[in-house]
Structures are given as C-alpha cells and as structure tokens.
C-alpha cells in the first residue's frame, strides 16, 4: 500500500525531468532561427550576410540542421544558399561546411571552469586551445541560459562568450577568434520572430553598428589614435563637461569608468591590444561614442 501511494509522486517528478530536459536550450535552434553578424576591421564594421536554419538533412546516418547564408542583408530578403550542416550531440555543437565533409567542433556545453578544451573552426584560426574561466547565466526573453566564458590560449588578446541556444557573441561559426585587425561580432539572434540577442551598441540589427557614432560628432575627439599607453580626450569649446566617461571593448565588457575629471589623459596601459569603444554620458543622459584603437608594435 504504501508503494502505490508513492506512485503518483514518482511519475510527477519522471514528468518534471522529461519536460525539463525537453527545454534544455544548449541546443542548435532547429527551425526559424538566424543570425546577423558584422565583420570588423581595424575599427570599421561591415555587415554581412545573416545565415540562419531552413529544415534538416542526413549525413552518414545522423540527422542535421541545414545553414544558410542569405544573399541580401536582410535574412527576410534575397535568395538563400546552403553554408553548412550542424548537429548536437550530449551538449556538443558539431559543424560540417560546405564544401567539406569533416565534422568540426565549434562548442561544448559539458566544459566546467578550468577546463581546456580543443575547438577546430574552419572559418577562422582552425584548431585552438580554449580555457573556460568561468561559467555564469544570463536571462534571454525571460529564461535563464548558460553563459560560458573562454580564453583562446593559441591567440593573445581574445576572449569569448557561449550562450546556450545561441552561440558565440562573435558570430555562430565565428567565435573563438577576434584579432585587433580582424574579427567577427555578432549584431543580433532571432528565433521564431522574437529577437532574443541584440548587439550593446547596435541601433538595428541590419545595418553597421557605428551608426551611433555619428550623434553629437564634435562635440569630443580622442588622440592618439591608434593610442600605446595614453589617451587625451578633446571636448569642443564652450561645451560642458561630461558626467562620465566609460572604456567598453568591443564584447560590451566595461574596463574603465569614471567622474573626475581633473585631467582628460586616460592611462590605458593596462589594455590589451584591440578595439575600444569610449563613451561620454551627458547630464541630460545623451551618450556619445568614440572608437579607438589600442596598438603597440
């Protein structure tokens, strides 16, 4: 008797386990989905085509999602053309270009902080060695995901973001790999209509991000540029001071802030090599913002 009373609330929980592993978002989007991703150059952002999902295939027995790349920069536009194959299999996502028929590594959602892990991407550097340093969450459209944090090893300079359901914030294909003359972002990620990423500092998700540069556009300028250890920020006459002044990479990671201004040279001998963004916030809250390059030969 005291088994059958126990039944019910074995098969509430057996219901609970399957409906939560029925919404793990570590997976590929599989339908409706797409990505919009800008190149980078020395600070210059070029969109590029989206690629999104449009139904499966079987390769060898396994069952994939088929990527394409749309011919305009709208992904709701032009035609569509077949880019690669991907599949998960126990939280890995695995990549076929192509013109390829090797299966690639792209992303492991098992990893555990301190692991190091080999991810193979064709698109960029090829094979690298990648330690996760830390594993966090971030609510998208409400729901709490995954975010894995990851130094590439092989490159200097370069970090990136896995987001369960998305992937990297470099771009689906694209991560692991961000150079300070080269590299990849990613705009925005949709699925099913609703747009569930969307770039820091994008004003669509279609056209260039350094649209936003151009408010206010003399109002401050900054030099040297590329700077090595300093930065020196010119306010136009007559004009007041800021409120605050940031320092954001190009990820959306802010790595200085501050209020006083006693002096308007900025020390940025701690940064890295890279693409920098600085912005100046207003007491009437506008912002506007500059790009800079950190390089030292």
């Not at 800008?38 to 449009?54: A, C, D, M």
């Amino acid at each position: 008797m005291q088994f059958k009373k126990q039944y019910p609330f074995l098969i509430i929980l057996i219901l609970i386990s399957i409906n939560l592993n029925g919404q793990d978002s570590q997976f590929i989007p599989d339908e409706n989905a797409y990505w919009n991703i800008n190149r980078v150059s020395w600070g210059n952002f070029t969109p590029l085509p989206p690629i999104g999902v449009l139904g499966d295939t079987l390769i060898s027995g396994e069952n994939y999602i088929k990527i394409y790349q749309s011919t305009e920069l709208d992904w709701q536009e032009g035609d569509k053309e077949y880019f690669c194959a991907a599949r998960e299999d126990s939280g890995k996502w695995l990549f076929i270009p192509e013109s390829d028929s090797v299966e690639y590594l792209l992303y492991d959602f098992n990893v555990h902080v301190g692991d190091t892990i080999q991810i193979n991407n064709p698109w960029t550097t090829g094979e690298v060695e990648t330690l996760i340093t830390s594993i966090d969450s971030i609510e998208i459209n409400g729901e709490m995901r995954k975010r894995i944090h990851s130094d590439n090893l092989d490159q200097g300079n370069f970090f990136d973001e896995w987001i369960e359901g998305i992937g990297s914030i470099h771009g689906l294909v694209y991560g692991t790999s961000y150079a300070t003359d080269g590299g990849h972002v990613l705009i925005c990620h949709f699925h099913n209509d609703i747009l569930l990423y969307q770039y820091w500092n994008a004003e669509d998700c279609i056209h260039d991000v350094s649209i936003k540069e151009v408010e206010e556009e003399d109002y401050f300028s900054v030099y040297p540029n590329p700077a090595k250890e300093n930065l020196t920020l010119s306010i136009r006459n007559g004009l007041p001071l800021p409120k605050s002044i940031s320092i954001i990479t190009l990820e959306g990671k802010t790595k200085y802030y501050s209020e006083d201004f006693r002096s308007l040279t900025v020390k940025i001998s701690h940064l890295e090599n890279g693409l920098y963004f600085l912005k100046f916030t207003q007491e009437n809250g506008l912002e506007t913002i500059r790009k800079f390059i950190i390089r030292r030969d």
